[in-house]
């Protein structure tokens, strides 16, 4: 039986046995009870100067593979998002070409791609509202040529320059008015992205939230749906109660989304994300950076929805949580690094690398403990690739394996 040698904080190492892997299979048809997204990184070319501050080099044949294979599982794609590294490393021009491509491979695969709409274009760190809002539509209108779905991210530079509720509503409302087709607004929380504190005009969200619907409500039919991403399943919760109809909610809770997407579907106990009432809205659909990592998981979780087994849901979806939170862990921003390697685990790129340098934001004892949960949750597609691959890591750094 193969082992997997493990690092601890402390330098201390142990053994744990390899499991076979999970022998989720491929949906026949389109998932149903559940929409889901996975949001994708981006792989850069091994050669390329991945070092802070460089443009990115894409290495698009791996890039656009990894694309390829989300939809071979029945799930969306959502691109040029916080996973693929946006104020984090990945320019303007590669953003677009980025947009651009995996529209055409969404085209070509018969899948349903969004993209992500920013104002990161802006070289300035300031700027007026005026210009959020021209270059909130400079990507807006782009991203819709490209036949993509929008995802309206939440703007750095409105947190800067608004002075309270009512400069969001005025950008929300201009920028929604010019949308040809319903996007998706995201509310990414100050764990993911600290500069973003204050989102919606106000430091508590509950009096954020309010905000927020308020803009759905004012902007009627230019909603698909609300992305939630402060990893906190009482807010989403309660958005997703009160939500017109029509507008989906998607989790972006990458530590409570077994609870939140199964909903009164399941019985989860001890969970944060546990549902003690039936509301009218009983689930939340996904949209999520996780489920990149563990895309046959994901798959196989919902195809047991589809088949009325939300047991199997839990059985197969409940292990990954602690995977996520490991993955997600703080600094959260940092959670790409964990999406890479394990895409590299798995057999998805050749090498770990990350642009602007950032596969080296993780520790190894933490990618250690990734490899541990990966490992006990089925989420390691090729296991013996993997251990090969890991054990290959911890020798070049000098670990007796």
């Given at each position: 039986?193969?082992?997997?040698?493990?690092?601890?904080?402390?330098?201390?190492?142990t053994d744990a046995a390899l499991n076979a892997g999970g022998s989720f299979?491929?949906?026949?048809?389109?998932?149903?009870?559940?929409?889901?997204?996975?949001?994708?990184?981006?792989v850069?070319?091994?050669?390329?100067?991945?070092?802070?501050?460089?443009?990115?080099d894409i290495d698009w044949d791996s890039?656009?593979?990894?694309?390829?294979?989300?939809?071979?599982?029945?799930?969306?794609?959502?691109d040029a998002m916080d996973t693929a590294q946006r104020n984090m490393g990945l320019d303007a021009a590669a953003t677009r070409e980025l947009i651009a491509r995996s529209a055409e491979v969404?085209?070509?695969?018969?899948?349903?791609?969004?993209?992500?709409?920013?104002?990161?274009?802006?070289t300035e760190s300031h700027v007026s509202i005026d210009q959020v809002i021209d270059a909130y539509k400079e990507q807006l209108h782009f991203t819709e040529e490209q036949g993509a779905g929008p995802v309206l991210m939440a703007s750095r530079h409105l947190a800067r320059v608004a002075t309270g509720a009512d400069d969001y509503r005025r950008v929300y409302r201009e920028v929604l008015e010019s949308a040809t087709v319903p996007v998706v607004l995201h509310w990414l929380g100050t764990a993911f992205d600290p500069e973003l504190a204050g989102y919606f005009g106000a430091p508590d969200w509950q009096t954020a939230s309010?905000?927020?619907?308020?803009?759905?409500?004012?902007?009627?039919?230019?909603?698909?749906?609300?992305?939630?991403s402060l990893l906190n399943a009482e807010s989403e919760i309660s958005v997703r109660e009160q939500l017109p109809e029509g507008v989906r909610m998607f989790t972006g809770d990458d530590f409570?989304?077994?609870g939140l997407i199964g909903g009164s579907s399941v019985v989860e106990r001890g969970s944060e994300a546990s549902e003690t009432k039936r509301p009218e809205r009983t689930h939340s659909d996904a949209l999520l950076?996780?489920?990149?990592?563990?895309?046959?998981?994901?798959?196989?979780?919902?195809?047991?929805?589809?088949?009325?087994d939300p047991d199997r849901y839990l059985e197969i979806l409940g292990p990954t949580e602690a995977l996520s939170r490991q993955v997600f862990a703080a600094p959260t921003f940092y959670y790409k690094t964990g999406v890479a390697f394990l895409s590299w685990l798995n057999g998805h790129q050749s090498a770990f690398q990350m642009v602007g340098g950032l596969h080296s934001a993780r520790s190894l004892p933490h990618l250690s403990r990734i490899v541990e949960l990966a490992n006990a949750s089925l989420a390691l597609e090729a296991p013996e690739l993997a251990r090969e691959r890991w054990h290959g890591m911890l020798r070049l750094n000098g670990v007796d394996v």
């Amino acid at each position: 039986m193969s082992t997997l040698r493990l690092l601890a904080a402390d330098g201390t190492v142990t053994d744990a046995a390899l499991n076979a892997g999970g022998s989720f299979t491929r949906p026949a048809s389109a998932l149903q009870s559940r929409v889901a997204y996975a949001v994708a990184h981006v792989v850069p070319k091994t050669h390329a100067d991945n070092t802070p501050g460089q443009p990115a080099d894409i290495d698009w044949d791996s890039t656009l593979a990894f694309r390829r294979n989300v939809y071979s599982w029945g799930l969306g794609v959502a691109d040029a998002m916080d996973t693929a590294q946006r104020n984090m490393g990945l320019d303007a021009a590669a953003t677009r070409e980025l947009i651009a491509r995996s529209a055409e491979v969404a085209r070509e695969e018969g899948g349903s791609v969004v993209v992500g709409v920013n104002t990161d274009h802006l070289t300035e760190s300031h700027v007026s509202i005026d210009q959020v809002i021209d270059a909130y539509k400079e990507q807006l209108h782009f991203t819709e040529e490209q036949g993509a779905g929008p995802v309206l991210m939440a703007s750095r530079h409105l947190a800067r320059v608004a002075t309270g509720a009512d400069d969001y509503r005025r950008v929300y409302r201009e920028v929604l008015e010019s949308a040809t087709v319903p996007v998706v607004l995201h509310w990414l929380g100050t764990a993911f992205d600290p500069e973003l504190a204050g989102y919606f005009g106000a430091p508590d969200w509950q009096t954020a939230s309010e905000v927020l619907l308020e803009v759905i409500g004012e902007n009627p039919g230019k909603v698909a749906g609300v992305k939630m991403s402060l990893l906190n399943a009482e807010s989403e919760i309660s958005v997703r109660e009160q939500l017109p109809e029509g507008v989906r909610m998607f989790t972006g809770d990458d530590f409570n989304y077994v609870g939140l997407i199964g909903g009164s579907s399941v019985v989860e106990r001890g969970s944060e994300a546990s549902e003690t009432k039936r509301p009218e809205r009983t689930h939340s659909d996904a949209l999520l950076g996780a489920f990149a990592a563990i895309t046959p998981v994901a798959s196989a979780a919902i195809q047991a929805l589809d088949a009325g087994d939300p047991d199997r849901y839990l059985e197969i979806l409940g292990p990954t949580e602690a995977l996520s939170r490991q993955v997600f862990a703080a600094p959260t921003f940092y959670y790409k690094t964990g999406v890479a390697f394990l895409s590299w685990l798995n057999g998805h790129q050749s090498a770990f690398q990350m642009v602007g340098g950032l596969h080296s934001a993780r520790s190894l004892p933490h990618l250690s403990r990734i490899v541990e949960l990966a490992n006990a949750s089925l989420a390691l597609e090729a296991p013996e690739l993997a251990r090969e691959r890991w054990h290959g890591m911890l020798r070049l750094n000098g670990v007796d394996v």
